[in-house]
């Protein structure tokens, strides 16, 4: 019940009158002077009788009355009409429970709370009433869908337990709101129980709830809740003796208000501890420990950074993968002619470590088609196409994969039959000696060459004079990766099969441009040599979430087996794309289907860094972007029904009843204060 | 003018206190009042110079010799002198309270206006005696002294009239004040309505008496003050101090009547035995009914003596 001018309550106030005319006003309203009080007052006499209510009935009739009549004038009406009678009765509500299973919810008694809390909405739905269970971490998914059956909800709740996915409220909003939105029942509810992680929420997420959708929280976060985590590890690689050495560095963060010392941290390989050190930790940040280097002599070998122990043992530890560098093999075939021809690209490519170049320098009368093999990358430099390649053998290596890097020089020349292998039609030799010389103006940095070269400050090809360069016209499906301030083609490239030809229109080295002189010339060469050999940097850990490509990682197309961290046997088809979603914390080993075929290739995943951080955010704040509203109030639960003139008069009628029940009692109260008063001469 | 027929003495006129309160001269209304009623009832109670003999008394040394009766030596060897009462050329001095529970009136007359016409008469009747008539005014303190004089009837009559009843009033203050300024003993004729305890009353009245003063005390009260016949239940405001009580009159009056009947049989004892002369005066009595059972009574009293 509600009022429509809930103000006339202030009118209640006037139920004091009675009492007040009771036990003050008849007794003041008449004077007497008396010469003296000093007889009247040895009297003694019981004023409490004169203060005492004697008819109580009477004075209640009076104070019911006036009451009645300002109920009467603030105009009461139902707010519950037959929907809400309906909503009593039950089967009008649609709830959907959005239980967060992320890794953070593993803390502790969280998930215990937080089934807790999913088994109170459970055991309040009505007999009519729909529920949807929907567990989300970093995505949502519905374990239920908008059911009945309390049997069912329970048992789904049951064998929900948490993941070690992120916190996103986003996805799971989103499906809460599109299934309440497609609900036909009166009152639709999500109810989102999480530990409510900040970073589970940017604020940029395009969620709303529309009207008559309410957002109810329920969190189950502990204040000042202390977590040790180890969020990140770096290596650094050193070669002694011809084998590599790792130091691993781990971080070590502490999330809480308390200073943590005496933590042990603890670094194991392929299960064998190596080290443990003791680290301490302020509150709210980050130590670092160092471990001694241990040799990588085998691929894919398991190491884990362990630190701590607490309520949250998931980010205690630290997975990670190692495998020995691999070093680009590129073949650089030069003219012969010039014996420094080849010097500044051979000395840049020797400096790379990530990933380390083998290169190899060949004049171009020697080379022979066996000179390809297992050469991630050819390089003509200033040299004619060799004939031993011609004819086919450079075209295959190509096609298969390979990488083809042709820079134009006095002695390039280019036969005729090999011509698409170009990106484009060669033409003559320009000459830019005139003046200064030409720059290369254009870079397209969207190419994975140049962009690096991408923000400010990154490269300046500006100071490289030109002054000559071999004419090139591009084809209709070549790309240009630059071109000079005149506007001709510097640099474009060409896919051919799988592989890679690029087509760079001047010297390597300083017999037409000095470029080779300016600091960009090295990353220039390393960008492209790793490009053409399709290189690609390992990484040694993946976050819970990433998708991988199998096919990148297994040369053979044979089929795969998957067993993930908790166990689980996975078979993949060849013919199936290979994608893997890494959804544990742990280490996911792929193998080829066929039994002893070598040591399995590992990946390591960890948790979201973001997971560790415990720090609640309010979960009005959530509600009230969601809702747009800043609280969710009883009126707004109920989706207001359409009232017809006749229904909005008979809800408010009743203020009729209420001022005639006041004037009743007036008229009563007269009667019975008239009769009293007649057998009593005062009071 | 109205005779009051419920008098009991007969052959006397009584007026009536209302119709005397339409009487705005004082001198007339005591004149109205004290001529034909008495005429040489009053007379001093001390002895003095004079012709009318009182008794003989043993000298003592220090005494007027021509006092000595030799008549009386001759036939008894022994010294007396006489004594006379002296009548005439006493001091008349009018004590009036008038504090603000004086101003109390139920019937139309109040108590001042009641003691005031009392006042008034008797300062009359002693005036006429050749007596000094002087007033003293008092509530809390003393309000207007007229010092007595046989010239000074007319200002007692004015300060008479001009009396208010503003204040509240309290016995022992002005009195003790008032005996230091008695020198000369005299009549003392107290007006008040003695709201006050008995004891308290008579500590107050007592320095007056020592000096030797012939004291009366009129004790005026309003017949509703003897007989509390209020109806409704009320807030009585005391008019001295302004308190408020709630009063319910029916559960009180039994009890009212008996105190302020005890209270005014307490005084009459206590004054008896200070030897004063006590009346109660009920401002319904007409004013001269009042003042003859008073004079008759101290008639009496005087021929005892």
Same mark, same amino acid.
């Given at each position: 019940?509600?009022?429509?001018?809930?103000?006339?309550?202030?009118?209640?106030?006037?139920?004091?009158?009675? #009492?007040?005319?009771?036990?003050?006003?008849?007794?003041?309203?008449?004077?007497?002077?008396?010469?003296?009080?000093?007889?009247?007052?040895?009297?003694?006499?019981?004023?409490?009788?004169?203060?005492?209510?004697?008819? $109580?009935?009477?004075?209640?009739?009076?104070?019911?009355?006036?009451?009645? #009549?300002?109920?009467?004038?603030?105009?009461?009406?139902?707010?519950?009409?037959?929907?809400?009678?309906?909503?009593?009765?039950?089967?009008?509500?649609?709830?959907?429970?959005?239980?967060?299973?992320?890794?953070?919810?593993?803390?502790?008694?969280?998930?215990?709370?937080?089934?807790?809390?999913?088994?109170?909405?459970?055991?309040?739905?009505?007999?009519?009433?729909?529920?949807?269970?929907?567990?989300?971490?970093?995505?949502?998914?519905?374990?239920?869908?908008?059911?009945?059956?309390?049997?069912?909800?329970?048992?789904?709740?049951?064998?929900?337990?948490?993941?070690?996915?992120?916190?996103?409220?986003?996805?799971?909003?989103?499906?809460?709101?599109? *299934?309440?939105?497609?609900?036909?029942?009166?009152?639709?509810?999500?109810?989102? *129980?999480?530990?409510?992680?900040?970073?589970? $929420?940017?604020?940029?997420?395009?969620?709303?709830?529309?009207?008559?959708?309410?957002?109810?929280?329920?969190?189950?976060?502990?204040?000042?809740?202390?977590?040790?985590?180890?969020?990140?590890?770096?290596?650094?690689?050193?070669?002694?003796?011809?084998?590599?050495?790792?130091?691993?560095?781990?971080?070590?963060?502490?999330?809480?208000?308390?200073?943590?010392?005496?933590?042990?941290?603890?670094?194991?390989?392929?299960?064998?501890?190596?080290?443990?050190?003791?680290?301490?930790?302020?509150?709210?940040?980050?130590?670092?420990?160092?471990?001694?280097?241990?040799?990588?002599?085998?691929?894919?070998?398991?190491?884990?950074?362990?630190?701590?122990?607490?309520?949250?043992?998931?980010?205690?530890?630290?997975?990670?993968?190692?495998?020995?560098?691999?070093?680009?093999?590129?073949?650089?075939?030069?003219?012969?002619?010039?014996?420094?021809?080849?010097?500044?690209?051979?000395?840049?490519?020797?400096?790379?470590?990530?990933?380390?170049?083998?290169?190899?320098?060949?004049?171009?009368?020697?080379?022979?088609?066996?000179?390809?093999?297992?050469?991630?990358?050819?390089?003509?430099?200033? +040299?004619?196409?060799?004939?031993?390649?011609?004819?086919?053998?450079?075209?295959?290596?190509?096609?298969?994969?390979?990488?083809?890097?042709?820079?134009?020089?006095?002695?390039?020349?280019?036969?005729?039959?090999?011509?698409?292998?170009?990106?484009?039609?060669?033409?003559?030799?320009?000459?830019? @000696?005139?003046?200064?010389?030409?720059?290369?103006?254009?870079?397209?940095?969207?190419?994975?060459?140049?962009?690096?070269?991408?923000?400010?400050?990154?490269?300046?090809?500006?100071?490289?004079?030109?002054?000559?360069?071999?004419?090139?016209?591009?084809?209709?499906?070549?790309?240009?990766?630059?071109?000079?301030?005149?506007?001709?083609?510097?640099?474009?490239?060409?896919?051919?099969?799988?592989?890679?030809?690029?087509?760079?229109?001047?010297?390597?080295?300083?017999? $037409?441009?000095?470029?080779?002189?300016?600091?960009?010339?090295?990353?220039?060469?390393?960008?492209? @040599?790793?490009?053409?050999?399709?290189?690609?940097?390992?990484?040694?850990?993946?976050?819970?979430?990433?998708?991988?490509?199998?096919?990148?990682?297994?040369?053979?197309? +044979?089929?795969?087996?998957?067993?993930?961290?908790?166990?689980?046997?996975?078979?993949?088809?060849?013919?199936?794309?290979?994608?893997?979603?890494?959804?544990?914390?742990?280490?996911?080993?792929?193998?080829?289907?066929?039994?002893?075929?070598?040591?399995?290739?590992?990946?390591?995943?960890?948790?979201?860094?973001?997971?560790?951080?415990?720090?609640?955010?309010?979960?009005?704040?959530?509600?009230?972007?969601?809702?747009?509203?800043?609280?969710?109030?009883?009126?707004?639960?109920?989706?207001?029904?359409?009232?017809?003139?006749?229904?909005?008069?008979?809800?408010?009628?009743? $203020?009729?009843?209420?001022?005639?029940?006041?004037?009743?009692?007036?008229?009563?109260?007269?009667?019975?204060?008239?009769?009293?008063?007649?057998?009593?001469?005062?009071? | 003018?109205?005779? !009051?027929?419920?008098?009991?003495?007969?052959?006397?006129?009584?007026?009536?206190?209302?119709?005397?309160?339409?009487?705005?001269?004082?001198?007339?209304?005591?004149?109205?009042?004290?001529?034909?009623?008495?005429?040489?009832?009053?007379?001093?109670?001390?002895?003095?110079?004079?012709? =009318?003999?009182?008794?003989?008394? /043993?000298?003592?040394? /220090?005494?007027?010799?021509?006092?000595?009766?030799?008549?009386?030596?001759?036939?008894?060897?022994?010294?007396?002198?006489?004594?006379?009462?002296?009548?005439?050329?006493?001091?008349?001095?009018?004590?009036? =309270?008038?504090?603000?529970?004086?101003?109390?009136?139920?019937?139309?007359?109040?108590?001042?206006?009641?003691?005031?016409?009392?006042?008034?008469?008797?300062?009359?009747?002693?005036?006429?005696?050749?007596?000094?008539?002087?007033?003293?005014?008092?509530?809390? =303190?003393?309000?207007?002294?007229?010092?007595?004089?046989?010239?000074?009837?007319?200002?007692?009559?004015?300060?008479? =009239?001009?009396?208010?009843?503003?204040?509240? /009033?309290?016995?022992?203050?002005?009195?003790?004040?008032?005996?230091?300024?008695?020198?000369?003993?005299?009549?003392?004729?107290?007006?008040?309505?003695?709201?006050?305890?008995?004891?308290?009353?008579?500590?107050?009245?007592?320095?007056?008496?020592?000096? /030797?003063?012939?004291?009366?005390?009129?004790?005026?009260? !309003?017949?509703?003050?003897?007989?509390?016949?209020?109806?409704?239940?009320?807030?009585?405001?005391?008019?001295?101090?302004?308190?408020?009580?709630?009063?319910?009159?029916?559960?009180?009056?039994?009890?009212?009547?008996?105190?302020?009947?005890?209270?005014?049989?307490?005084?009459?004892?206590?004054?008896?035995?200070?030897?004063?002369?006590?009346?109660?005066?009920?401002?319904?009595?007409?004013?001269?009914?009042?003042?003859?059972?008073?004079?008759?009574?101290?008639?009496?009293?005087?021929?005892?003596?």
């Amino acid at each position: 019940m509600s009022f429509l001018a809930p103000l006339f309550f202030v009118g209640l106030g006037a139920i004091a009158i009675p #009492i007040l005319v009771h036990l003050i006003q008849r007794e003041r309203k008449r004077v007497v002077e008396f010469p003296s009080l000093m007889f009247v007052q040895r009297i003694p006499y019981q004023s409490v009788r004169r203060r005492r209510i004697r008819h $109580w009935y009477l004075l209640a009739m009076r104070a019911a009355a006036i009451a009645l #009549i300002v109920a009467a004038f603030a105009r009461p009406f139902f707010t519950k009409g037959a929907a809400a009678a309906a909503v009593a009765s039950g089967g009008t509500r649609e709830v959907v429970i959005l239980l967060d299973q992320s890794a953070s919810m593993s803390y502790g008694d969280y998930w215990q709370r937080a089934r807790d809390e999913a088994r109170k909405v459970i055991t309040s739905l009505g007999a009519g009433d729909k529920a949807t269970l929907v567990l989300f971490s970093r995505n949502a998914e519905e374990s239920i869908r908008a059911t009945s059956d309390r049997g069912r909800l329970e048992a789904s709740l049951n064998a929900a337990k948490p993941t070690s996915g992120a916190t996103r409220f986003g996805p799971a909003l989103k499906l809460a709101e599109s *299934i309440l939105a497609r609900s036909s029942l009166q009152r639709r509810e999500a109810v989102l *129980i999480s530990d409510f992680q900040k970073s589970g $929420w940017t604020g940029a997420e395009d969620v709303h709830f529309g009207e008559g959708l309410t957002l109810t929280p329920v969190s189950v976060a502990s204040d000042n809740a202390a977590n040790i985590a180890v969020p990140s590890v770096t290596f650094a690689r050193s070669t002694f003796s011809n084998q590599e050495r790792i130091t691993v560095t781990a971080g070590v963060a502490n999330k809480s208000t308390e200073p943590a010392s005496g933590i042990p941290v603890s670094l194991e390989v392929e299960g064998h501890q190596l080290e443990t050190q003791s680290v301490n930790i302020g509150p709210n940040s980050t130590a670092s420990a160092s471990f001694a280097p241990f040799t990588l002599a085998e691929p894919t070998v398991h190491g884990i950074v362990k630190a701590g122990s607490d309520r949250f043992a998931a980010d205690n530890s630290f997975d990670f993968v190692l495998t020995p560098s691999q070093s680009v093999s590129v073949l650089v075939i030069d003219s012969g002619a010039d014996r420094n021809s080849s010097f500044y690209l051979s000395k840049a490519l020797a400096i790379g470590t990530t990933p380390p170049f083998q290169t190899e320098t060949v004049p171009a009368g020697r080379v022979t088609p066996p000179m390809l093999d297992k050469r991630s990358a050819v390089v003509l430099n200033d +040299a004619p196409l060799p004939p031993g390649l011609a004819g086919g053998a450079l075209r295959q290596f190509v096609q298969r994969g390979g990488g083809l890097l042709v820079a134009f020089g006095n002695h390039s020349v280019w036969p005729a039959s090999e011509a698409d292998l170009l990106p484009g039609h060669l033409g003559a030799i320009v000459d830019r @000696a005139e003046g200064r010389g030409g720059t290369i103006g254009f870079r397209d940095y969207s190419h994975p060459v140049f962009e690096v070269f991408k923000a400010p400050r990154s490269g300046d090809f500006s100071a490289a004079r030109v002054q000559r360069y071999r004419a090139l016209e591009p084809g209709a499906d070549d790309r240009v990766l630059a071109r000079y301030d005149d506007g001709a083609v510097a640099a474009a490239e060409k896919r051919v099969g799988t592989g890679r030809v690029v087509a760079f229109t001047t010297t390597l080295d300083d017999s $037409w441009t000095d470029l080779a002189l300016k600091p960009v010339y090295l990353p220039l060469v390393h960008q492209l @040599a790793r490009y053409l050999s399709q290189y690609e940097q390992s990484s040694a850990w993946s976050t819970v979430g990433a998708v991988v490509d199998l096919s990148a990682r297994l040369k053979s197309r +044979a089929d795969r087996v998957i067993v993930s961290p908790s166990g689980l046997r996975t078979r993949v088809a060849a013919s199936e794309p290979g994608l893997l979603e890494l959804n544990e914390h742990g280490v996911y080993e792929i193998r080829p289907a066929t039994a002893g075929a070598g040591r399995p290739d590992r990946i390591a995943v960890n948790l979201d860094p973001a997971e560790s951080d415990l720090a609640p955010l309010d979960p009005r704040e959530l509600v009230a972007a969601v809702t747009g509203r800043a609280s969710q109030t009883t009126a707004s639960r109920e989706r207001p029904a359409e009232l017809t003139p006749d229904e909005s008069e008979r809800r408010q009628s009743i $203020w009729w009843y209420l001022l005639i029940g006041g004037v009743l009692l007036l008229a009563a109260e007269t009667i019975v204060a008239n009769r009293l008063s007649r057998h009593e001469r005062f009071l | 003018m109205a005779h !009051d027929q419920r008098g009991t003495i007969p052959g006397a006129r009584f007026v009536d206190p209302k119709i005397l309160a339409r009487v705005g001269n004082l001198e007339l209304l005591a004149r109205t009042v004290v001529d034909g009623l008495i005429n040489g009832m009053h007379r001093a109670p001390f002895f003095g110079a004079s012709i =009318d003999f009182a008794e003989h008394r /043993g000298y003592v040394p /220090g005494d007027d010799i021509r006092r000595v009766d030799w008549r009386v030596y001759a036939r008894t060897d022994r010294y007396y002198v006489k004594q006379y009462e002296a009548d005439t050329n006493t001091n008349f001095t009018i004590l009036f =309270d008038v504090s603000r529970s004086m101003r109390f009136a139920s019937r139309g007359v109040s108590k001042l206006e009641y003691g005031s016409f009392l006042g008034a008469c008797l300062g009359y009747l002693a005036h006429r005696q050749r007596d000094r008539v002087g007033i003293l005014t008092f509530d809390e =303190d003393i309000v207007s002294h007229v010092p007595p004089s046989a010239k000074h009837f007319e200002m007692v009559l004015h300060t008479l =009239d001009q009396a208010k009843a503003e204040r509240p /009033g309290h016995l022992s203050a002005p009195l003790q004040k008032m005996a230091e300024h008695f020198k000369r003993r005299g009549i003392l004729l107290l007006i008040s309505d003695f709201y006050d305890e008995p004891e308290a009353v008579l500590e107050a009245i007592k320095p007056l008496k020592f000096l /030797g003063n012939d004291l009366i005390v009129f004790h005026v009260l !309003d017949p509703q003050e003897i007989s509390f016949e209020y109806q409704d239940a009320s807030s009585f405001e005391d008019l001295e101090t302004g308190e408020q009580v709630p009063v319910v009159p029916e559960s009180f009056r039994a009890q009212y009547r008996a105190l302020i009947q005890e209270h005014i049989a307490a005084l009459s004892t206590r004054f008896s035995e200070q030897r004063i002369d006590y009346a109660l005066i009920n401002t319904s009595e007409p004013l001269d009914r009042a003042l003859f059972s008073y004079l008759s009574s101290r008639e009496k009293l005087m021929r005892v003596r």
